[in-house]
């Protein structure tokens, strides 16, 4: 299952259906937002992966407690919502509260929603890893390059696939980051930065704000 399949299957829509009746987010909303997280969730944890480290505690963590379950249990998703926001603390750090700004600014979410959707996705995209760790048969060693090879696979997927708003996202996220940002090392700048126009007021005509406002219905 690539990044894509996740995204915009029963997986994705199960989280988006879950926050969408406990926060009173329209599904297309939510969507839009795990459109954009996700990638930068997985971008974080590739930077914090070049760490020894780093690489061999979240080696262990996927081993212990992300084998990939959640993905075939809706139940988790709420009920494992604590331990999503202690891994979003460990994820982005002294970042954490930045992200969620930007993210808020751009999904037109409001910020005391961000936090608690982002803690239901979380442990989803930990168990996505670890299922494709597990497939893989990769160490601490080559989380790196697994990470990478998410990302990559599901940026020309989105990009050989952009026939709706969904996509047209993915594709942004996932091909907009590359080239000169990638020199900042800092997913924030390469996502939230190029991709999401700056995270100011002026967004690129072409970029995600307008992309957003096409799946949002303008909101």
């Known amino acids: ?44 944890l590739r930077n ?39 891994i979003l603390d460990h994820i982005f750090g002294g970042q954490k509260s930045t992200v969620e700004n930007q993210l808020s600014q751009n999904t037109g979410i409001s910020i005391d929603k961000i936090g608690p959707i982002l803690a239901m996705l979380a442990p989803v995209v930990m168990g996505y890893i670890g299922q494709q760790k597990q497939q893989s048969n990769v160490g601490a060693g080559g989380l790196g390059d697994l990470l990478g090879g998410i990302l990559g ?24 980051g590359g080239g000169q940002s990638q020199s900042s090392g800092n997913p924030l700048n390469d996502i939230l ?12 005509g072409g970029g995600l704000g307008s992309i957003l406002g096409n799946i949002l219905g303008g909101k």
Do not use: C, W
């Open 1 to 44: 299952m690539s990044l894509i399949d996740l995204l915009t299957g029963n997986t994705g829509n199960q989280v988006a259906e879950q926050a969408e009746n406990k926060f009173g987010i329209s599904k297309n909303q939510v969507i839009a937002l795990l459109a954009v997280a996700t990638p930068l969730i997985i971008s974080y």
């Open 153 to 176: 696979n599901a940026s020309n997927q989105a990009q050989a696939q952009q026939s709706n708003p969904l996509n047209d996202i993915l594709g942004s996220v996932l091909g907009g």
């Open 193 to 204: 930065g190029s991709v999401l126009g700056g995270g100011g007021n002026q967004q690129q």
């Open 48 to 86: 914090k992966s070049q760490d020894a480290k780093e690489a061999e505690a979240l080696n262990n963590a996927l081993d212990k407690d992300h084998n990939g379950s959640i993905l075939n249990d809706a139940s988790q998703i709420e009920a494992r919502q604590a331990e999503g926001g202690s």
